[in-house]
């Protein structure tokens, strides 16, 4: 009998004791599941909104060219007896380059203009006939004829001898050449490319839309990955009076300054067509926009009262944005100036928030960036 009531003590202990742990580890685990709800601050970085004058841009990629480029040929053939120019030289208009050798033509012209100068003295002597009626008209007509076919010859065989000399057609830089002396040169073959760098153009196509926003003399602004952080400088000088039917883009030149010859032809280019006047308007760095298909928002940071342990709350609100500029995007409406704007750590944001402040990672917000390696 004492035994059972033992046995009795020892159950009902154990049972009180396992609702006892029970509910000691249900206690913990809903205060850990409360701390995991608990909203702590979080570390985000800020800009302050601010306004500032503002140009709107039109961008496109563009292909520069030569205002004057051509591949030097001669158009006759022959053999290579004298080379004027070295590879890469700066030439004018009329520079002698290359010259073929010619000596049979050139003496074949020194017999034709013989011929010549022998007709122009018996015109000359049977003019004075004719004055004393010693000759007829018909045998000056004939010396006058003789003279005229013979001066052409001597014209013809000039331009015979012309053609073994290939001169520069404008001024410009040279390319590499192709050719070496004593070389035998078929009709036709380039000899060296020749290119106008000062000006240059720039060709881009552009949407239909933007030609109401287009005029002759408009401001391009030109950059080339060669040369980080440098403006090109020129204006529209063409617009073609026709639009694509394919892509309905209109094809736009643009002439840009070149005077140190840092561009070249060929080159790929990012060309920006200011438009419109200046305007004053709110500007954010990109990464301050969170982008949505149901809208585009921002967080601004709420100041907390003094006590609390975070510097503000965050507060999500959507915006309106305009074009970008580099670093920078213009916001048309839902930000005021002076609101503290966050620009990075948004994903661990929600309303109400509490958050903390560090700017001192934050890099600057530039119109336009230069990448440099690292």
């Not at 080379?83 to 020194?110: C, H, M, R, W, Y």
């Not at 950059?223 to 394919?246: H, L, Q």
């Not at 070249?264 to 200011?274: D, R």
Request: proline share 5%; aromatic share 6%.
């Amino acid at each position: 009998m004492i035994k059972r009531m033992v046995i009795m003590l020892l159950a009902t202990g154990a049972v009180f004791g396992g609702l006892y742990w029970f509910q000691n580890f249900k206690a913990g685990i809903i205060k850990q599941v409360m701390a995991g709800m608990s909203n702590p601050p979080q570390t985000v970085s800020t800009a302050v909104a601010a306004r500032m004058p503002w140009q709107d841009e039109i961008e496109a990629v563009g292909t520069l060219k030569a205002a004057n480029g051509a591949d030097l040929a001669l158009e006759v053939s022959g053999i290579v007896q004298n080379i004027s120019f070295k590879s890469g030289d700066s030439v004018s208009a009329g520079q002698t380059l290359l010259q073929l050798a010619a000596q049979e033509d050139i003496a074949k012209l020194a017999s034709l203009q013989a011929t010549l100068d022998n007709y122009v003295i018996t015109l000359d002597r049977d003019k004075a006939q004719q004055a004393i009626k010693a000759v007829s008209q018909a045998t000056v007509d004939t010396d006058t004829a003789n003279v005229r076919n013979a001066q052409a010859l001597v014209d013809q065989q000039k331009a015979v001898v012309a053609q073994k000399t290939l001169t520069a057609p404008f001024g410009g830089r040279l390319g590499i050449r192709s050719v070496d002396l004593g070389q035998y040169l078929t009709a036709g073959t380039t000899v060296v490319t020749l290119q106008a760098l000062d000006p240059l153009y720039v060709d881009v196509y552009l949407p239909q839309q933007a030609l109401s926003r287009l005029k002759v003399g408009q401001e391009v602004n030109t950059t080339v990955d060669v040369y980080p952080g440098r403006v090109f400088k020129g204006e529209i000088s063409a617009i073609n009076p026709k639009v694509d039917s394919t892509t309905r883009n209109v094809l736009v030149r643009a002439t840009i300054k070149n005077p140190d010859g840092a561009l070249l032809p060929g080159m790929f280019t990012k060309v920006a067509i200011a438009i419109g006047s200046v305007q004053q308007l709110v500007t954010l760095p990109q990464t301050a926009i969170v982008y949505n298909p149901y809208g585009d928002s921002v967080f601004i940071v709420d100041d907390k009262a003094k006590g609390d342990q975070a510097q503000g709350v965050a507060r999500q609100t959507f915006v309106k944005t305009g074009n970008v500029r580099g670093d920078n995007v213009a916001v048309v409406d839902g930000i005021q100036p002076g609101d503290k704007v966050v620009i990075a750590g948004q994903l661990k944001l929600r309303n109400g928030t509490p958050v903390n402040i560090d700017n001192s990672h934050v890099p600057p917000a530039e119109d336009a960036p230069v990448v440099t390696d690292q």
